[in-house]
């Protein structure tokens, strides 16, 4: 009689999961969702004098200061000059006459909302320090801001520079010693 019974509810369960992928077959849709960029001919993005020369991404190594330099909320320290260049010679892409529209992603993770610059991602290092970008020059881009971009010149032999700045800001109180570490998202348009 066990077996039987046992029997029996195999065959009852079999059937409950034989409807149940008959109904899921029948019922099943959903949404696919494409996203992508439709763009005109562009240029390189390299990092130029001030940074590490690197194309697309690249590094610009602030010099070290003493906290002392950073001693009160607002203090500033440590102004680098940076430059971005937008093409090369020889790049055909990379129109003359054009202009190229650099701005940051005002959602990148490590943009201080209040402040408009950027904190340090590294825990238990410099403390209430973080980096501010500046035009060439010398205004603090408030990188929260949508409408932060910054305009090259006119594109001529396939090349425009973009003049930047970056310094140490202290937030918060005075700064601590330690090492900083930061980055931005920025995007490139052609017109």
Known sequence: MKHIKLASALVVAMGIAATGVAS???STGGTITFTG???????TVTGGAGTNGGTGNFTVALDPVPATALAAATDTAGNK???VIIGGPGQSTCQDGKVATMSFVPSSPQIDPATGALVN?????ATNTEVQVLD???TAIALN?????????????NTATIDFQAQ?????GGATAGLVST???????YN
């Open 24 to 26: 899921a077959a029948a």
């Open 37 to 43: 960029a439709v763009t005109d001919q562009t240029c």
């Open 81 to 83: 000059p940076f430059q």
């Open 121 to 125: 991602a590294l825990s238990g290092q």
């Open 136 to 138: 060439g020059t010398g």
């Open 145 to 157: 801001d949508p409408s932060n971009a910054v305009q090259s010149p006119a594109i001529a032999n």
């Open 168 to 172: 140490y800001l202290a937030v918060n």
């Open 183 to 189: 980055d931005v998202l920025y995007q490139v348009v």
